[in-house]
């Protein structure tokens, strides 16, 4: 198994046992853990503690430094849709917009029929267009499905 996966699940552990969904560690503690360097805890934390994957990440340098990941609740499916929106952003890559639809279907937020369909209107195929335009169609299209499913 790699080192950045192993990270991912201590740190989804960790987030299981919090009361409320919280936790803080510091980047030098995981480091020292994993015996990696701290650009390692880093990579995880911004790949797979995003806010598309449902997770607000404030991160705090220095000694005293921390990390803060919180996993987002909320009550319903269009809140969840909606948070995942607003985290979309001006212009997405066709690889991101398929990371954030595929987390929409694992987390149940979307059926495999409109995930598959989503993902396919927004490859670079389907969008020919040249860069970046073809980023900021792709952000505005996605948004938009995401809002009519929501």
Do not use: W
Not at 48 to 63: A, I, N, T
Not at 69 to 93: E, F, P, Q, W
Request: charged share 30%; glycine share 6%; hydrophobic share 40%.
């Amino acid at each position: 198994m790699k080192l950045s996966n192993i990270i991912e699940d201590f740190i989804n552990d960790m987030l299981r046992e919090a009361e409320q969904g919280e936790i803080e560690v510091k980047r030098k503690d995981l480091a020292d853990k994993f015996s990696c360097v701290p650009s390692q805890i880093n990579y995880v934390i911004s790949t797979r503690f995003s806010p598309e994957r449902g997770y607000l990440v404030e991160s705090r340098r220095g000694g005293g430094g921390y990390i803060r990941i919180t996993r987002v609740a909320y009550d319903d499916k269009g809140a969840k849709l909606m948070h995942v929106i607003n985290s979309v952003g001006g212009s997405i890559s066709a690889g991101s917009a398929a990371a954030i639809v595929k987390n929409c279907f694992d987390y149940d937020l979307i059926s495999k029929r409109e995930a598959k369909i989503i993902i396919s209107a927004l490859t670079e195929k389907a969008l020919p267009l040249k860069q970046p335009e073809q980023d900021r169609v792709r952000a505005a299209l996605l948004k938009n499905m995401l809002v009519s499913i929501a």
